[in-house]
């Protein structure tokens, strides 16, 4: 089978959705005989073999907002890639190329497959309440599931990480939504790697509980409820717990 997963949620630095598609490569290369082709943004033209998989990247400006986040804009490079491919099955990613891929799925006659990794009307739009306005930023939601809708609802398959993003999309008329978890990796995270070393140079006490975010540091994120939900913690256990943040971004 050949398949192709597309989607702009990538950069160096991100974590799921980058994870997700690394371990998708690793997966085939190890078990499967499909064939994969994998297209996302990056700062210039790129084609490279890894594993079973070909990676492509597609030259591609940063989205000022989201910096380092890029937005494929390039379309006659996605096609002349799909053209050379011809993918039997598509994996979109992202919101943002639905409509490109809708008109993919009837030239190529593939199935097309939606992976809702964001619920972006809540994560991006929301947040954006901040600068332009309740009023404003509550009708760019509403119009942003408005599009959820429309899209979703026409993909072949529509895949969510949890029950969660599932009932967001139910909740917006997308019905049969199939639950994907993403896992955990456990080579990686695993008790045998336990150490205390970091707690003592960071100078944890050893009977604190950690809370460990790790992820960007952006407003969607909703670090400021983490920080709120945690003061309250705090207060009401006094040195039981210690909430440590790693990663990187604006409000870093």
Request: proline content about 6%.
């Amino acid at each position: 089978m050949r398949i192709c997963d597309i989607t702009n949620f990538y950069h160096e630095q991100s974590g799921g959705v980058k994870t997700y598609l690394h371990e998708k490569i690793n997966y085939i290369t190890r078990h499967r005989h499909d064939e994969h082709l994998v297209i996302v943004p990056g700062p210039a033209d790129l084609i490279k073999r890894e594993g079973r998989s070909i990676f492509c990247r597609v030259k591609s400006p940063e989205l000022p907002f989201a910096r380092p986040y890029r937005l494929m804009v390039n379309l006659r490079r996605i096609d002349w890639l799909m053209e050379q491919f011809r993918p039997e099955v598509m994996e979109v990613g992202c919101p943002y190329l639905l409509p490109w891929a809708m008109a993919a799925r009837r030239k190529y006659r593939c199935r097309l497959v939606g992976f809702y990794h964001s619920d972006f009307p809540r994560a991006y739009v929301r947040t954006m309440s901040r600068i332009i306005g309740k009023i404003p930023a509550a009708l760019l939601e509403k119009g942003a599931f408005a599009y959820v809708r429309a899209m979703y609802r026409r993909m072949d398959l529509t895949l969510a990480p949890s029950l969660a993003a599932a009932s967001a999309l139910a909740v917006n008329g997308v019905r049969g939504v199939q639950v994907l978890p993403l896992g955990v990796d456990l080579e990686q995270f695993h008790p045998r790697r336990r150490t205390q070393r970091l707690r003592l140079r960071l100078g944890i006490p050893g009977e604190r509980v950690v809370l460990l975010y790790v992820g960007r540091f952006a407003r969607e994120k909703g670090l400021d409820v983490l920080q709120r939900s945690f003061a309250i913690l705090a207060d009401e256990s006094p040195g039981c717990f210690h909430l440590l943040l790693v990663g990187e971004g604006d409000l870093g």
